[in-house]
């Protein structure tokens, strides 16, 4: 029996690459109205993740078999088809480098200072392509093996450092922001998770397709407790313009963790969670990138493809790393950043939805002759 | 066929076995962090940081831990005096002080052992955040490091001062200041908490301090070498401006001043005894006139009302306590005259807020509570109006403080020995 991903599985794979992006940089401290009130934006983004993703549930939905990368290419033609799985591709791609981008600059500033980042990205490109090389299902069941012990290890983080924690920061609620920057930030916030991708790319994996919706909306469920529950630690410890001035805010609050004389300088542990979780996410990205890239060469098998998307992320990482040492240019995302996540989130699989809607009669035959 | 087949199976079984070997002869390598690693004895770990400055240079002085002496054990009172070692570095800035010691020093300093940054009064009149930079910036100190003042001197005078116990002078300071919530009268603010307070609009952070005294020496056979010893005392506070220092709140004021912020953790509240409580008293001793009671817990709430456009502070104060020490000869296993001790110690807390919320107002006219949050919180609109001058209006408010003690402890006797037990 082949053996595929369980929703559980799915579940906490998404889950963590949601929760990892914001235990980075924690990108919602800047957006909206950036100030006490994140926690309502973070709140807020609830409704628009789930109206963002909507296009990209219904295809994944009615085309269960396929991957977005293949039921684009039905849905658009061959030729625009094979462009859109293109823009995936590359979309995908980056999001590995960003990732890795992001986990670099991590690693040599905060506690790695002296190692080159060439060996740091060596290791860390050898081990996502070795487990990415192992298929979907590996990676679904290291995530089911190492999810659980990361969101029990967050959660005594967070519980730790509540001796630093002034809840007061938090105060006013909802005076010094407006209804419209709050639900500006929360659009933005909805944008940048972007992690429905991985499952459009998994679902013809999937063990029970009936269960896509449900499996993306306890994702964010569970993602958001935690995102929460860490903005508002970071936020009530550091204070709100200190964690802004950091670059990784939550390593700022784990650093200051100091309880019950035993629970101090305990963030060579937080590290090792939170590599593992960074493994994850960079790997299920190149993993993704590269099997949208199969799709669009129509290679079944192979892993060539693999290691050419690890090389390249790995290349273009260091040389990324080596020119730019400006986090907050990720941090802090602009405009432009915003349009190109809405495009790849929501417009062409909306722009998509609204073909199948004019094309349905035609895949509706098409789906009957099969029959 | 199945001879090829073997042979295939072989081929794959090597490939299988080189990679592996490949792999865990890099991983060897890997894992023994031999990349950027700095061995022990390489490395001059420093345990507080002095930061001073002297003709427009920044004078950074470091406690190392002399990693060489091979005596660190632990609780001895004979101490080789080479246990740490003090050295120093000039330069424009904190990081060209720090690494000019490599000019001078055999050792790399490494700073994620600093517990404490000491700041001399002259630099940190100068204004403490353009040189603080490198302490948030730079990946090895730690934003739980103890920041203080060296009130009436340099950062470099009070950091030799080694205690009788402590290991080295670093841990001395280190000490003091963690055992400073039995008293209430000092402040121990990280570096972290203290930025929290300065990016606060319109608060302005108060930072411990540290100071030299001369005591007299009482062991005989040191006294004939040292009449004197100095010490270091951590009671009262630095006030600053922003992040420059403009004056001091006393030990008393600073007990205040934690009442206020809600950071008392324990302390002593000494007052007068009510005289009326020993009148035709049966006394059979020397009478004094305080009671002291030890705080066991405290809660500060504070709320702001605007009544007519002027602002109002309400300070409301819960302590729990211990009668610790009566000198009167009062009978107090009478529960009237706990309730008249409670009030007198709660008349106390209120003369000691007082105090120090006046001088806030009136001598450094400024906002060192967090008073303005307050009316942030509450007022938002009209903090919008108000906050650029606040300062200025934080001057003018009015205050209530409402003080209740509650003495749940006596202690093991129920009248004092100076007193004869009625029958």
New interface residues.
Partial sequence: MKEGISSRQAILLITICRIISVLTIMSAIYMGPANQDTWIVVLTSFIYTILASIPILFLSNKFNNLTIIEYMEKIFGKFVGKVVAIIYAIFYTRTAILFSYIAIQMIRSSFLPDTKPIITIVVLMISCVYIASKGSEVIARFAETFVPIILIMISIFIALGYNNVDLSVLLPIYKDSTFLNINYGAIQLAFTFIDINILAMITPKLENKKEINSIFIKSVVYSLVFVLASVVATQGSLGVEQARHSNFPFLAYIRRIKAYSIFERIESIYIIMWILAMIIKITTYIYISSQGIKEIFKKKSGNMFLYITGALVGLVTFYVAEINPIIPEVVEIGFPEYVYYFTHKTLIPLIAVIVYLFRRKTFEEQQKLRN | MLRLKEGMITVEKNKRNLIITIYLLAISI?LSSC????EIQELGIVTSIGMDIEDDKVIVTCEVINTTSGNTQSGSSTHSPKEVVFIQGEGTTVFEAVRGTTLTFDRKLFFSHVNTIILGEEFAKKGIAEFLDLV?RD?EP???MYILVAKGGKAYDVMGIKGDLSQSAGNYLHDVLEDSRYNGKSLNI?V?EY???Y??ENNEPVIGIVQKKEKKVIDEERKKIEPTKSILDVGGGAVTKRDTLIGYFSPNEMFGYNFIVDYIKGGLIVFNTPKELSENKPIIGSEGKFTVVEILKSKTKKNVTITDGKIHLNINIKVRGALAEENKAIDISNMEVIDVLERASSEEVKKLISKTLNKGQKEFQQDNFSIG?LV???Y??VWKKIAKDWNNIFSEITYNINVETEIVKTGIINVPSNLRKRR
């Fill in positions: 890997i990349t950027g690693g700095r948030l990946n730690r934003e739980n990280s972290a930025y929290r307070y990016y606060e949050e942030h919180h509450k938002p609109k």
